[in-house]
């Protein structure tokens, strides 16, 4: 991606998407406002908050965006649902789509928005307060885009009810790790009968063993980072022995269950450098007998790709400008942000 869309540049393409989406809004002032808000967003300002995009809206005070964020009524998760839709009737692809669960920490100048916690930020070089969202991109080589999201919250949160239930936490949302979320929206693509046959993460995600095993039982081939020392010389692309394959029969039931004639599985152990040429990363890769390293190098190389790009494109969608405090609130901005990047990430003038 070298540049980045506006709404005028594949306007069909937009209003396709917003009009997708449109349902989920039962009312036509939010269903218009949350039009608005995208085509703000695309329009190119340099904050994307409630009184810029109230002004790209014709409106006098933020009133009527801040109340699509909070109390307007709208089905978030089925936007959610309709974006992923959306993007897979553009991108999906059987043999080649991924699924790459990724971490964005959103700094914070105050303890007053739900999930902010202490986290050392590796670039400033101290701890800072942030949220921490993870989200879902789906890519294949017709393009990709962010389709899911998540707000992690600490132990610390979950732990005072009192607090959570102040920022509308729900009753039912309890501790979970990232890997945990990004699980759940695995899960949920897989539910909807995506094409999505790979993984690719980074250790934060690929070195949970559980997370590895739920894949596994799934059917899923993947390349996850796993932040071992690397046991081949770096650069170095090696299968394990022979004997490290796993046959049909040590496979879940769950993952047999209703599937006849499967092949083989065959597990590696590879390594390559980052990208910087500064470390070697190693990675546990599930695939089927036969699967070429220059796949896999494709694969596993997929994660670098997609964190760079969603690094660039991030200020451009408004995921870094919101202004929101509650539970709630965080979910509508980042899913109607995710509208305006997957418009930009698919639109023919820039991908």
């Not at 022995?241 to 049909?248: I, K, L, Y």
């Not at 760079?308 to 509508?332: F, I, K, N």
Request: with cysteine.
């Amino acid at each position: 991606m070298t540049s980045v869309a506006t709404a005028h540049e594949c306007p069909p393409l937009l209003d396709d998407l917003l009009e997708r989406v449109g349902p989920r809004f039962t009312r036509p002032e939010p269903r218009q406002r949350a039009q608005l808000f995208v085509r703000g967003i695309l329009s190119g300002p340099a904050r994307k908050n409630s009184w810029t995009l109230a002004g790209f809206a014709g409106e006098a005070d933020p009133t009527g965006m801040q109340r699509l964020l909070t109390s307007a009524r709208w089905d978030v998760d089925g936007v959610r649902d309709d974006l992923r839709a959306w993007v897979l009737d553009r991108l999906g692809d059987p043999e080649y789509g991924v699924l790459v669960p990724i971490e964005l920490g959103f700094p914070k100048k105050g303890t007053g928005s739900v999930g902010v916690h202490r986290h050392f930020n590796d670039a400033a070089r101290r701890a800072e307060n942030v949220q921490v969202g993870v989200f879902l991109v789906y890519a294949a080589p017709g393009g990709w885009a962010v389709v899911d999201r998540e707000l992690y919250l600490p132990p610390s949160w979950v732990a005072d009810p009192q607090r959570c239930e102040r920022l509308g936490v729900p009753d039912d949302v309890g501790f979970l790790t990232k890997p945990e979320l990004a699980r759940r929206m695995i899960a949920r693509v897989l539910a909807s009968g995506a094409p999505a046959p790979w993984v690719t993460a980074g250790e934060a995600f690929g070195a949970d063993p559980a997370l590895r095993s739920w894949m596994d039982a799934h059917d899923m081939r993947y390349g996850v980072a796993v932040g071992r020392p690397d046991p081949v010389r770096p650069g170095v692309w090696a299968r394990t022995p022979e004997a490290a394959r796993t046959p049909e029969a040590a496979r879940s039931p769950e993952a047999l269950a209703g599937h006849e004639d499967r092949p083989e599985w065959e597990r590696l152990q590879v390594a390559r450098p980052t990208p910087a040429g500064d470390r070697t990363v190693q990675y546990e890769c599930r695939v089927p007998v036969g699967t070429t390293m220059q796949a896999l190098s494709r694969i596993t190389g997929m994660r670098y790709r997609i964190e760079e790009r969603v690094a660039r494109v991030r200020g451009e969608m408004g995921l870094d400008h919101y202004q929101v405090r509650r539970y709630d609130a965080w979910y509508r901005h980042v899913t109607l942000c995710m509208l305006a990047g997957a418009y930009l990430t698919t639109c023919p003038a820039v991908a």
